[in-house]
């Protein structure tokens, strides 16, 4: 599976957009970006995931670009109940497929 | 509610033990997984079954072992536990090893060992 290289963690102000990026420089055409996140230890919490294009759902939007090297998961209005871990996996397609994690991001959202 | 239920949620057993925690996946899931989070190590995939069949093996110890049954629930079985398997155990669930899936985790085992 390709590797993710995410920043450490960042913050933002609740009620505003909250951008996390995932850099995947090495993808290849049948991996998916899928996005987790984790609230203390509580179980891993699917977010969000795409193949090419742009994928919006209630949760979230997801931005991969054109040469799909990078993505960009976006909270359109961050709460205090989004602060957690964000991972960022890329995924092949395959029977043996399986969500490798790295150490993700943590996102603090501050009042 | 993710639909996978782990149970138990809670363990406290002592070096040496056997446990077995147990996991029953979503509603028409044909795959689980089962994945170990602890202080140090992070999320780390252990082993995924496949409609009875295991498919994928990380970095499970000999000492561990897992199985999926006829009713597609899937038990993870931890023997001469030490110390270092205290951990958050996670089992998750997809309706098949599909990377097009989405998988959905469990809330979690926590194994304690003292």
């Given at each position: 599976?390709?590797?993710?290289?995410?920043?450490?963690?960042?913050?933002?102000?609740?009620?505003?957009?909250?951008?996390?990026?995932?850099?995947?420089?090495?993808?290849?055409?049948?991996?998916?970006?899928?996005?987790?996140?984790?609230?203390?230890?509580?179980?891993?919490?699917?977010?969000?995931?795409?193949?090419?294009?742009?994928?919006?759902?209630?949760?979230?939007?997801?931005?991969?670009?054109?040469?799909?090297?990078?993505?960009?998961?976006?909270?359109?209005?961050?709460?205090?109940?989004?602060?957690?871990?964000?991972?960022?996996?890329?995924?092949?397609?395959?029977?043996?497929?399986?969500?490798?994690?790295?150490?993700?991001?943590?996102?603090?959202?501050?009042? | 509610?993710?639909?996978?239920?782990?149970?138990?949620?809670?363990?406290?057993?002592?070096?040496?033990?056997?446990?077995?925690?147990r996991c029953s996946p979503r509603s028409g899931d044909l795959s689980v997984y089962w994945y170990?989070?602890?202080?140090?190590?992070?999320?780390?995939?252990?082993?995924?079954?496949?409609?009875?069949?295991?498919?994928?093996?990380?970095?499970?110890?000999?000492?561990?072992?897992?199985?999926?049954?006829?009713?597609?629930?899937?038990?993870?079985?931890?023997?001469?536990?030490?110390?270092?398997?205290?951990?958050?155990?996670?089992?998750?669930?997809?309706?098949?090893?599909?990377?097009?899936?989405?998988?959905?985790?469990?809330?979690?085992?926590?194994?304690?060992?003292?």
């Open positions: 599976d390709a590797k993710t290289t995410q920043p450490t963690s960042m913050d933002c102000a609740e009620g505003r957009a909250a951008n996390l990026p995932c850099n995947h420089s090495t993808i290849s055409g049948n991996e998916y970006v899928y996005w987790y996140r984790q609230i203390h230890s509580q179980g891993p919490q699917y977010i969000i995931h795409g193949l090419k294009n742009n994928e919006t759902n209630e949760m979230a939007s997801l931005i991969i670009t054109e040469d799909r090297k990078s993505s960009t998961l976006i909270l359109p209005h961050a709460t205090l109940r989004d602060t957690a871990v964000y991972y960022c996996i890329v995924m092949y397609t395959g029977a043996n497929s399986k969500l490798t994690f790295g150490k993700g991001i943590t996102l603090s959202v501050r009042p | 509610d993710s639909g996978v239920t782990q149970t138990p949620k809670h363990l406290i057993t002592a070096t040496g033990q056997r446990v077995t925690l170990q989070q602890s202080l140090d190590q992070g999320l780390q995939f252990l082993i995924q079954y496949y409609n009875g069949e295991e498919r994928a093996k990380g970095n499970i110890l000999e000492r561990f072992s897992a199985q999926q049954f006829p009713d597609l629930h899937s038990e993870l079985n931890l023997s001469s536990l030490e110390l270092g398997d205290s951990a958050l155990y996670f089992c998750a669930s997809s309706p098949r090893p599909n990377s097009g899936n989405t998988i959905y985790f469990g809330e979690g085992s926590w194994l304690t060992v003292v």
